[in-house]
C-alpha cells in the first residue's frame, strides 16, 4: 500500500504561482511513476503530468506544458507540481497519483493507470 497526501492549494490570482507537494509513504519503492491529475467542478478528472520515480523523466499535458513543472525528491519520498502563469480554467481540484509496474511514459495518462490516490487540494483561480 501506498499513502498520499497532497498540500499547497489555495487562492491566487490570474498570472500567479502556487507549489503543490504530495508525501507519500508505505511501499514507495514499489511505485514506478507518479502523477498529477485535476478535476474541475462537473467535469472528468485529467490528466496533468506524470514523472518516473527512478530515472526523472517526465510527460505533460500540453494544456500546461510551459507553465507546469513535475518534480521530485526520492529521498523525502515527495513529489511537486510547480504552477506558474495560472489562469481560472486551471481552478481543480489536483490529485496526486502512483502507479505500480512499468508504462511508457508518454502513455501514462490514464486514471485507470494508477494504483493509489490522494484526497486532493483544491486550487482556485480569481479572474
Known amino acids: 500500500q501506498v499513502q498520499l497526501v497532497e498540500s499547497g492549494g489555495g487562492l491566487v490570482q490570474t498570472g500567479g504561482s502556487l507549489r503543490l507537494s504530495c508525501a507519500a509513504s508505505?511501499?514507495?519503492?514499489?511505485?514506478?511513476?507518479m502523477g498529477w491529475f485535476r478535476q474541475a467542478p462537473g467535469r472528468e478528472r485529467e490528466f496533468v503530468a506524470t514523472?518516473?520515480?527512478?530515472?526523472?523523466?517526465?510527460y505533460s499535458a500540453e494544456s500546461v506544458k510551459g507553465r507546469f513543472t513535475i518534480s521530485k525528491d526520492n529521498a523525502k519520498n515527495m513529489m511537486y507540481l510547480q504552477m506558474s502563469s495560472l489562469k481560472p480554467e486551471d481552478t481543480a481540484v489536483y490529485y496526486c497519483?502512483?502507479?505500480?509496474?512499468?508504462?511508457?511514459?508518454?502513455?501514462?495518462?490514464?486514471?485507470?493507470?494508477?494504483?493509489?490516490w490522494g484526497q486532493g487540494t483544491q486550487v482556485t483561480v480569481s479572474p
Open positions: 508505505g511501499r514507495t519503492f514499489d511505485t514506478y511513476a
Open positions: 514523472i518516473v520515480r527512478n530515472d526523472g523523466r517526465t
Open positions: 497519483a502512483a502507479r505500480v509496474g512499468y508504462c511508457l511514459i508518454g502513455g501514462c495518462q490514464r486514471t485507470g493507470q494508477y494504483h493509489y
